[in-house]
């Protein structure tokens, strides 16, 4: 037994993407024995790195944007040891250019609450008005739901400069049609606290590096297991507890005081737990990387409009654009899709027309569609079995599925499994 460990009771955590990860972390970081059962020979699931043969070099499935505000992110990555592998910008500014009419213009929030910024014609959007911005003011308190077309104008060029890449990109769902709820957690967590919570941060050195190998390095410091190409084909129930674990080739019996946190993507979740309600639509991303150094003060991060690309990201060597609800496009062949979509980063950076090395990394199932009848089919953290806890960005946390849902329910889940395990408050406590 692994010093500091809480008595034999054993929490399992099937799935090592962040939300699993965060569960682990947690647990083991409050004295709790925990096991990690992930079927993929890597963890990090939907957010992780590798090496790309073709490119000779490490990618990211996709570029991830999180804002200052997403406060459980990096509790997470402090917990790890990580925090400062996040590259966070000095300033809530972000870079737009549009590709029909070759306007550039830079967003620049303010720190504080009040949206002094929205004064200043500088500091918005082109064209756009001071009184166009209150249009998206009853987010701020609106909490019933329906589509967003039915609290907001969705039309217009204040809407297509910067309320649908913001939502677009936040939802992974055409904001028309996508939830008010979610929309509203989106802005009342970011820009409605004001610049301080809207600073850029990117895992300049890969999604891995940063969230991913420190969290399994920390596991096995703290005493926890973690099992690779460990795949759960099953679990058997007895008397409204789960009791036992079948994975490929041999099953894990569960002890009475044991329990299991799923931290499983919601289509393997339905397949899983028998009764359990989970989204089942689900919005695609396109993402591509292109192996060549981004030109002289290159924005990190431009919002595009006005073309297929939606945000282009420049790493040290290489360029790479994110296309979120890609249905559009996301069948396209490869090599038609890295063709069109260079040919709008030749435009937008003045680098050579000619296709440098690329890759076309496509996601098709990246979230749950952000509607409101998806957001209803979340289900909470607990199940019908006692000793059995959910976890994942598609469980009900009130977010939108983003790393930052992904880990609040990955600790939500941790606190509901730990709870049986301690007498004191303060190892309680100590679950984040
Ligand atoms: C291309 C892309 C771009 C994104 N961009 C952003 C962004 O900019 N900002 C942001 O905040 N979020 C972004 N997201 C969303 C974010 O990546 C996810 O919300 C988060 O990674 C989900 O983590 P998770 O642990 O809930 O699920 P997953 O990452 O899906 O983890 C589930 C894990 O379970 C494992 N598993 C599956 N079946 C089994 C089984 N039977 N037994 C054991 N293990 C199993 C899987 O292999 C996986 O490792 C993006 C997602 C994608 C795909």
């Given at each position: 037994?692994?010093?500091g460990?809480?008595?034999?009771?054993?929490?399992?955590?099937?799935?090592?993407?962040?939300?699993?990860?965060?569960?682990?972390?947690?647990?083991?970081s409050?004295?709790?024995?925990?096991?990690?059962?992930?079927?993929a020979?890597?963890?990090?699931?939907?957010?992780?790195?590798?090496?790309?043969?073709?490119?000779g070099?490490?990618i990211?499935?996709?570029?991830?944007?999180?804002?200052?505000?997403?406060?459980?992110?990096?509790?997470?990555?402090?917990?790890?040891?990580?925090?400062?592998?996040?590259?966070?910008?000095?300033?809530?500014?972000?870079?737009f250019a549009?590709?029909?009419?070759?306007?550039?213009?830079?967003?620049?929030?303010?720190?504080?609450?009040?949206?002094?910024?929205?004064?200043?014609?500088?500091?918005?959007?082109?064209?756009?008005?001071?009184?166009?911005?209150?249009?998206?003011?009853?987010?701020?308190?609106?909490?019933?739901?329906?589509?967003l077309?039915?609290?907001?104008?969705?039309?217009?060029?204040?809407?297509?400069?910067?309320?649908?890449?913001?939502?677009?990109?936040?939802?992974?769902?055409?904001?028309?049609?996508?939830?008010?709820?979610?929309?509203?957690?989106?802005?009342?967590?970011?820009?409605?606290?004001?610049?301080?919570?809207?600073?850029?941060?990117?895992?300049?050195?890969?999604?891995?590096?940063?969230?991913?190998?420190?969290?399994?390095?920390?596991?096995?410091?703290?005493?926890?297991?973690?099992?690779?190409?460990?795949?759960?084909?099953?679990?058997?129930?007895?008397?409204?507890?789960?009791?036992?674990?079948?994975?490929?080739?041999?099953?894990?019996?569960?002890?009475?005081?044991?329990s299991?946190?799923?931290?499983?993507?919601?289509?393997?979740a339905?397949?899983?737990?028998?009764?359990?309600?989970?989204?089942?639509?689900?919005?695609?991303?396109?993402?591509?990387?292109?192996?060549?150094?981004?030109?002289?003060?290159?924005?990190?991060?431009?919002?595009?409009?006005?073309?297929?690309?939606?945000?282009?990201?420049?790493?040290?060597?290489?360029?790479?654009?994110?296309?979120?609800?890609?249905?559009?496009?996301?069948?396209?062949?490869?090599?038609?899709?890295?063709?069109?979509?260079?040919?709008?980063?030749?435009?937008?950076?003045?680098?050579?027309?000619?296709?440098?090395?690329?890759?076309?990394?496509?996601?098709?199932?990246?979230?749950?569609a952000?509607?409101p009848?998806q957001?209803?089919k979340?289900?909470?953290?607990?199940?019908?079995?006692?000793?059995?806890f959910?976890?994942?960005?598609?469980?009900?946390?009130?977010?939108?599925?983003?790393?930052?849902?992904?880990?609040?329910?990955?600790?939500?889940?941790?606190?509901?499994?730990?709870?049986?395990?301690?007498?004191?408050?303060?190892?309680?406590?100590?679950?984040?």
């Amino acid at each position: 037994m692994a010093p500091g460990v809480v008595g034999e009771r054993v929490v399992h955590v099937i799935g090592a993407g962040l939300a699993g990860l965060a569960a682990a972390t947690s647990l083991a970081s409050a004295g709790v024995k925990t096991m990690v059962h992930e079927a993929a020979g890597a963890a990090g699931g939907r957010c992780r790195s590798y090496f790309d043969a073709a490119l000779g070099a490490q990618i990211d499935n996709g570029n991830h944007l999180l804002l200052s505000g997403n406060e459980t992110a990096l509790d997470y990555l402090q917990r790890i040891g990580a925090r400062n592998r996040l590259a966070v910008g000095a300033e809530a500014a972000f870079d737009f250019a549009d590709l029909k009419t070759g306007e550039r213009w830079r967003l620049r929030l303010n720190d504080g609450r009040a949206p002094w910024w929205l004064l200043d014609p500088k500091r918005r959007a082109p064209g756009s008005s001071f009184v166009e911005h209150l249009a998206a003011l009853p987010l701020l308190w609106r909490s019933g739901d329906g589509p967003l077309a039915q609290t907001m104008n969705c039309d217009g060029p204040l809407y297509e400069r910067l309320w649908r890449p913001i939502f677009l990109a936040g939802l992974n769902t055409e904001p028309k049609v996508s939830s008010t709820r979610l929309a509203s957690a989106l802005m009342r967590g970011t820009l409605g606290r004001g610049g301080k919570a809207c600073r850029p941060m990117v895992a300049a050195n890969g999604l891995s590096p940063t969230f991913v190998d420190p969290a399994i390095k920390f596991l096995s410091s703290h005493g926890a297991r973690v099992f690779f190409d460990r795949r759960l084909r099953g679990l058997r129930f007895v008397g409204g507890r789960a009791v036992a674990l079948e994975f490929e080739g041999d099953s894990v019996a569960l002890g009475s005081e044991d329990s299991v946190i799923v931290a499983v993507p919601p289509w393997i979740a339905a397949e899983l737990l028998p009764g359990v309600e989970t989204p089942d639509a689900f919005n695609g991303i396109v993402n591509a990387h292109f192996r060549v150094a981004p030109p002289s003060g290159q924005p990190r991060i431009l919002g595009v409009v006005g073309g297929l690309t939606q945000w282009l990201f420049a790493y040290t060597g290489s360029l790479s654009v994110t296309i979120s609800d890609a249905a559009d496009c996301i069948d396209w062949n490869r090599e038609e899709l890295a063709r069109r979509i260079w040919s709008e980063v030749s435009t937008l950076t003045g680098l050579p027309a000619e296709l440098p090395p690329s890759r076309i990394v496509k996601e098709k199932r990246a979230t749950f569609a952000a509607t409101p009848e998806q957001d209803a089919k979340r289900p909470g953290a607990r199940s019908p079995w006692r000793n059995l806890f959910l976890a994942g960005d598609w469980v009900q946390t009130g977010l939108p599925a983003t790393i930052e849902g992904a880990i609040r329910s990955g600790y939500d889940a941790a606190k509901l499994a730990g709870a049986g395990l301690f007498e004191s408050g303060a190892q309680l406590a100590a679950l984040a």
